[in-house]
């Protein structure tokens, strides 16, 4: 397996795995009876929307958003490439995503949603970064990592190592 330079292993498949497991038991008694939707962001959290609908056993729907505000290892304006199709109105909505660092994303997206009137939007995130000053709370996280750009499990950099089973930090 190929890395960029630098890179250090923070947490490899099986850690993940275990992660996923202890949040998809938290969610799964928590959206049971809800008929939830996912919202998979993508395209980073496709690895991760995947891993929790295999751990889910009850009705649940899938869509998916395509937003991007990274290129290369800095993010900028938040640009939509896809939305929605469903109807969202009076439903339980669970935006996943990859990452948390700024929250710029969910926020945007979370705060757009709201106009199609849901019962209630949850979030959940493979991974929170530890950035000072961040004003979003996903309601479900499975890791936390440091503050440094994260490569593996949907995470890229220009488009390469999404497909990593481990997540690996690069300096």
Known sequence: ???????????????????????????????????????????????????????????????????????????????????IDRPIEGRTVVLVDDVLDEGVTLTEVERDLTDANPERILSAVLVRKEVPGVQFEPDYVALEAPNEFLIGRGMDYDGAYRHLSGIYSVH
């Open 1 to 83: 397996m190929s890395l960029p330079p630098g890179a250090r292993c923070l947490f490899d498949g099986k850690q993940i795995d275990k992660a996923v497991d202890r949040l998809a038991v938290r969610m799964a008694v928590d959206l049971w009876d809800a008929d939830p939707i996912l919202i998979c962001l993508m395209n980073g959290a496709l690895p991760f929307t995947a891993d929790l609908m295999r751990r889910f056993h009850f009705p649940i729907e899938l869509d998916y958003i395509h937003v991007t505000r990274y290129h290369g290892t800095s993010g900028g304006e938040l640009r939509r490439e896809r939305w």
